[in-house]
Nanobody, 125 residues
């Protein structure tokens, strides 16, 4: 599956952005989808994930209550709505996909994920 992320940009602290990740190539609706991020000088970290049906979602503690992940299987697209952004949210955001019914495998077993190219989010203070 090929993933194309978009929607990054520069925003002030407290603002909002919505990231999109368009998928193509395989049966998107059977894939668990998620977002990871990598800040300068840091390792890539898990942000959020959503099950193939959209019925389950999971968030890292650092974004819980501020970010919302959704998906539209008819459009082969997953979204990350980011509200109340903070300077520490500054990072390159990557979407990821895995053909699995076990949501946790997306972040516990990142090897074997499909990855998008990343989109930069910069939050100014």
């Amino acid at each position: 599956v090929q993933l194309q992320a978009s929607g990054g940009g520069l925003v002030q602290a407290g603002g909002s952005l919505r990231l999109s990740c368009a998928a193509s190539g395989r049966t998107f609706s059977t894939y668990a989808m998620g977002w990871f991020r990598q800040a300068p000088g840091k390792e890539r970290e898990f942000v959020a994930a959503i099950s193939w049906s959209g019925g389950s979602a999971y968030y890292s503690d650092s974004v819980k209550g501020r970010f919302t992940i959704t998906r539209d299987n008819a459009k082969n697209t997953v979204y990350l709505q980011m509200d109340s952004l903070r300077p520490e949210d500054t990072a390159v955001y990557y979407c990821a996909a895995k053909d699995t019914g076990i949501l946790g495998r997306l972040w516990r077993e990142p090897t074997g994920n499909f990855w998008g190219q990343g989109t930069l989010v910069t939050v100014s203070s």
